[in-house]
């Protein structure tokens, strides 16, 4: 049986709805990311799970037990916002303490249980600042530590990272995911970042327009999309044949010398983009964008015309897909 | 590797608790919903049921109405209440903008200087100014030639003295208005070859134009409504103020004396409407990406703006000096030795002492009652309030203090808590009432300014609470407390000095044991006393500097100023 079960969720503000029929099931211990474009409704769905927000309908299991009614306060979750939420005039350890009240601890259990967090994330020097004197990044840290306190079952994270400049975010992914499965507290992460939710998710679920539209395994999803806005929003993605197949761009191959089947594309566009080089190319059909190790690219940067390749085993099947 | 294992609190607890909390903090919004209830409308609309009743308290519609616009000497106060209105507004506009520009837009020295300077008629009571201009154009004035044979007694020494004394309310809106000024504007005004009127006009007026707009309501609400003023120095000129006190303390006609009042709450309610308005609009225009505006040096622009803010400052210190120092002087003008006699109240009619330390008293309580009640019940109101007809009945009710005028507030007060069938007919004649009724009358800026400080305090505080069980208590406590610290301060001592200074309210509301300072000044004017007016006066306006100075000290200092996580960086 599933850790969460989420049956038949819907959820309106006013007339307008924003959660239509939801139906998921997440796995204890497991890292799942909602993932989908702003305003999909991945924020609310996390709301309902933690009883923030009432569901208009449908019902919700935890560990067995019907929450669907039960008030946020009994709900058992730690829960991280992208504004992370500290109390500014409290330090790490009374932030973190605020968190362990319920639990009626002795002074110096309470004390241990503080620098276990701590010692958790990493922050075991910082006890005594306060939020300010933190980078994000720390500041990120400490409110999941906070999240962790009591804890939890379920471990809620709304954009977590988003906040945070790109080399920060990128440490702190491996750094969260090293510590969930760790803890192996059964975690969803809300994000817009596709990169992100592939790089840490066990599952992904693909929201848009209030509805799930594919649930799966990041491989799954970036290799077999089952619908047109999936391909098209995770990664960057050529559709040709009338949109009846695609090929991601960096399964094209391009060369300065035609081969067996290879045909001749015009180049319209290069953008050097670092490790490799992105080069938009033109045929009778249409365009195709292409990514190049820039090793090789350096060779055909100035060429006007160039030969296009590919694998029939990269090509997607996107017919009868929505 | 680090072991997480503890035990869960078990669930029926938690749920236990979560009961609980929805109990208290819906009775207390109840509670305090009933108090606005009780405290700032029922008055109200015992004034209104008064104006539609004859002396016997028989419904006779608006017979009081018509025989009121028949009176052509009552008709004539409401002429007169409107050109006031509008000549204050002009002067105290005019002259606070002008202030305002020269401390924004110029480089003129000693800035903070003259911006503390240009507060000081806040914490004088309003008669302070009048009883001031006595001093100096009455009949026994050093400066009477300067009005070439005219009276200071009448619409010019009413003009005078509320100008004076609503000049900071002004000052403070406008010069917020036009700090906000975007840099990047002028700028590009420069870079377009703008001329300085064409620039003046086009951004620096434009910019400012919400706040002008506010600061002219406000200032023509606090210029109808004033008492004290248009009392000490408005000799036969009368006014809607001065017209229910004559009506309700000389004539003991209260049905008259309401319909005047309520005569007096249109043109409030109208300026207030307005105020609310322009506000609202304020709002939506403000840019957060604004860069901060540097005048450029020039010795000609800092020269006039240092003779303007000078020659107002002089201005303002002369109306106090000449205050303070006429309630040194033995007999003015025959003997100009100093002396202490002035401030030997107790020798005097008037309240003596006590009334002093009455006010003092009744300020004290008005500002702890005031603070924490207008707190909690801003806070329940924000952050614990789930129902959106009582948080807006709250609201609405919040804003209604600042459309009623103070006399209109205080006959409220008598009708209704003076009925003996009334069960908070035991708070009629204590210093509890006077306290409450100011806690009432300054309701509006307390509340708006509690309301502000939330706003900045994210509501996720809250649902991280919830997800390790707290209560909203412990985040009353924790959290809302703490950071709302500079607004509780504010707060204080704003109720504190509008506590000590006013006159309008109280002066219907006061027992023969509980008489204030501020209407012993009001009552020794009356008699004739007047160097011991002057007195009393500074005493109150000593006090409310000392009470800031002390306030300074005490928040600034020693709480806020210890907050370090407010300022230390990374
Ligand atoms: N409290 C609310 N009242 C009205 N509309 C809301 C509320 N919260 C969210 N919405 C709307 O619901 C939609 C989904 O919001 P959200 O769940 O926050 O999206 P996401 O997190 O995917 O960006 C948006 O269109 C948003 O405007
Ligand atoms: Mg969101």
Redesign the interface.
């Known amino acids: 049986m599933s850790y969460l079960n989420i049956k038949n969720v819907s959820k309106s503000f006013g007339s307008k709805e924003v959660l239509s029929n939801i139906n998921l099931d997440i796995q204890q211990g497991e890292l799942v990311c909602f993932l989908g474009p702003s305003g999909c409704g991945k924020t609310t769905l996390l709301r309902i799970i ?3 927000e009432q569901q208009n309908s449908g019902t919700l299991t935890q560990a067995g037990h019907d929450i669907s009614s039960l ?9 991280v ?1 992208q ?1 992370y ?1 500290l ?4 330090t790490v350890s009374k932030n973190i303490a ?6 009626k ?1 002795a002074k110096s259990e309470q004390k241990k ?1 503080i620098e ?1 967090l701590l ?2 994330v990493g922050l075991a020097d910082h006890k005594n600042k ?6 994000g990044g720390q500041q990120q840290r400490v409110a999941l530590a ?7 079952g379920l471990l809620l994270l709304d954009e977590p990272l988003s906040a945070l400049d790109a080399k920060v975010r990128q440490f702190l992914r491996g750094e969260i995911k090293k510590l969930q499965q ?2 192996g507290v059964t975690t969803i992460m809300v994000t817009h970042d596709q990169e992100e939710a592939l790089a840490m998710a066990d599952r992904i679920v693909v929201m848009n327009h209030g509805c799930i539209e594919q649930v799966g395994t990041p491989e799954d999803i970036y290799q077999r999309p089952i619908s047109k806005f999936v391909a098209d929003f995770i990664g960057s993605i050529n559709f040709f044949d009338n949109d009846q197949f695609a090929i991601r761009p960096e399964h094209i191959s391009l060369s300065l010398s035609a081969s067996e089947k290879s045909r001749a594309v015009e180049v319209a566009a290069v953008e050097y983009l670092g490790s490799f080089t992105r080069f938009t190319v033109k045929d009778e059909h249409g365009l195709y964008t292409v990514d190049i190790d820039s090793n090789e690219a350096s060779a055909m940067a100035h060429a006007n015309t160039l030969h296009m390749h590919w694998l029939n085993e990269h090509v997607l099947n996107m017919q009868g897909a929505a | 590797m680090t072991s997480i294992s503890i035990a869960q609190p078990s669930n029926s607890k938690a749920a236990q608790r979560k009961r609980l909390t929805i109990k208290w903090t819906g009775i207390a919004a109840l509670v305090t919903l009933a108090a606005l209830a009780i405290f700032v409308l029922l008055p109200l609309v015992e004034v209104v049921s008064r104006a539609l009743a004859d002396k016997d308290g028989n419904f006779v519609g608006i017979s009081n109405f018509i025989t009121y616009f028949q009176s052509p000497s009552l008709v004539n106060s409401l002429f007169n209440t409107l050109s006031i209105g509008l000549m204050v507004t002009f002067f105290v506009v005019t002259l606070a903008f002008s202030y305002a520009y020269a401390l924004t837009h110029t480089r003129m020295p000693f800035k903070g200087f003259f911006r503390a300077l240009a507060m000081l008629p806040i914490f004088a009571p309003s008669l302070l100014p009048a009883i001031a201009l006595v001093y100096l154009f009455g009949n026994q004035g050093i400066l009477k030639e300067w009005l070439f044979g005219a009276s200071i007694y009448g619409p010019i020494g009413i003009v005078i003295g509320m100008t004076f004394w609503i000049f900071p309310h002004a000052f403070m809106i406008i010069y917020t208005a036009l700090q906000q000024n975007d840099g990047r504007l002028y700028e590009a005004a420069t870079s377009c070859k703008a001329g300085f009127w064409h620039t003046f006009y086009s951004v620096t007026l434009s910019n400012a134009r919400y706040g002008l707009l506010s600061a002219v309501f406000v200032s023509f609400t606090l210029a109808v409504t004033d008492f004290g003023v248009a009392k000490v120095i408005g000799g036969q000129y009368d006014v809607l103020a001065t017209d229910i006190y004559k009506q309700v303390i000389g004539q003991q006609n209260f049905a008259m004396g309401s319909v005047v009042g309520v005569v007096l709450l249109l043109p409030a309610l109208f300026s207030f409407a307005a105020d609310r308005w322009v506000q609202k609009k304020q709002q939506s225009t403000l840019n957060a990406k604004s860069t901060p505006f540097t005048p450029e040096k020039s010795w000609l622009t800092s020269g006039v703006a240092l003779a303007t803010t000078s020659l107002i400052t002089i201005t303002l210190l002369t109306i106090v000096g000449m205050a303070v120092y006429a309630s040194f002087i033995k007999f003015w003008p025959y003997n100009l030795s100093f002396s202490l006699n002035n401030y030997q109240f107790d020798l005097m009619d008037g309240g003596g002492w006590e009334s002093y330390f009455n006010s003092l008293k009744m300020a004290t309580l008005t500002a702890m009652i005031g603070t924490v009640f207008i707190f909690v019940t801003a806070w329940l109101n924000e952050r614990c309030q789930t129902n959106a007809i009582m948080r807006q009945a709250v609201d609405f009710l919040s804003m209604i203090p600042m459309a009623v005028p103070g006399m209109v507030l205080g006959l409220a007060y008598i009708f209704f808590f003076n009925q003996p069938n009334n069960p908070l007919n035991f708070m009629y004649g204590t210093l509890l009432i006077l306290a409450v009724s100011s806690i009432a009358h300054f309701y509006t800026v307390c509340h708006l300014s509690f309301k502000t400080a939330f706003k900045q305090i994210d509501k996720e505080f809250d649902q991280v609470a919830l997800s390790v069980n707290r209560s909203r208590w412990d985040m009353l406590v924790k959290l809302y407390i703490p950071l709302s610290m500079p607004a509780i301060s504010s707060v204080f001592l704003y109720l504190f000095v509008n506590a000590m200074t006013t006159v309008s309210a109280v002066v219907f509301l006061y027992a023969s044991d509980t008489a204030l300072a501020s209407v012993a000044v009001l009552n020794m004017d009356d008699a004739g006393d007047i160097a011991p007016a002057a007195a009393m006066a500074t005493l109150i306006m000593v006090t409310c500097l000392a009470a800031k100075a002390v306030h300074w000290l005490i928040f600034d200092v020693l709480i806020i100023g210890r907050q370090t996580w407010r300022t230390a960086g990374a």
């Open positions: 933690a009883g923030l008030p946020a306060i009994d709900r058992d979750y730690g829960i916002f504004s939420a109390f500014p005039n409290l605020f968190a362990l009240k319920s639990l601890l249980r276990e010692e958790l306060h939020p300010n004197q933190l980078s906070r999240a962790l306190a009591l804890n939890p760790r803890l």
